[in-house]
C-alpha cells in the first residue's frame, strides 16, 4: 500500500512558476513509476507528466511539455513537478500517481495509487 500526499499548490500569475512535491508513504519508492495528472473544472483527468524508477527517463503530454519539469528523489520518497511559464490554461486539481513496476504510463488506468490532488490556479 502507498500512500501520497501532494502539496505546492497554489495562485500565480501567468508567466510564473511552482514546484509541486509528492511524498509517499513506505519503504518500496524506488518500485513506482510515478506520473503527474490534472482535471480542471468540466474536463476529465488527463496526464501531464511521467517518470520511471530511477528518473532517468521521463515523458511529457505535448501541453506541457519544455515548460514542465518531473524528477524525483527516491531517498526521500517523494516526486516533483516543477512549472515553469505557467499559463491560466494550466488551472487545474493536480494528482500524484504511483505505478507499480519500472516503466512509466500515460494511462489513468494503469496508476494504482493516487493522492488527494493540490490545486493550481495561474491568472491571466
Known amino acids: 500500500q502507498v500512500q501520497l500526499v501532494e502539496s505546492g499548490g497554489g495562485l500565480v500569475q501567468a508567466g510564473g512558476s511552482l514546484r509541486l512535491s509528492c511524498l509517499a508513504s513506505g519503504r518500496t519508492f524506488s518500485s513506482y513509476a510515478m506520473g503527474w495528472f490534472r482535471q480542471a473544472p468540466g474536463n476529465e483527468r488527463e496526464f501531464a507528466a511521467a517518470i520511471n524508477w530511477s528518473g532517468g527517463s521521463t515523458y511529457y503530454a505535448d501541453s506541457v511539455k519544455g515548460r514542465f519539469t518531473i524528477s524525483r528523489d527516491n531517498a526521500k520518497n517523494t516526486v516533483y513537478l516543477q512549472m515553469n511559464s505557467l499559463k491560466p490554461e494550466d488551472t487545474a486539481v493536480y494528482y500524484c500517481?504511483?505505478?507499480?513496476?519500472?516503466?512509466?504510463?500515460?494511462?489513468?488506468?494503469?496508476?494504482?495509487?493516487w493522492g488527494q490532488g493540490t490545486q493550481v490556479t495561474v491568472s491571466s
Open positions: 500517481a504511483a505505478r507499480r513496476g519500472v516503466t512509466y504510463a500515460t494511462s489513468i488506468r494503469h496508476y494504482d495509487y
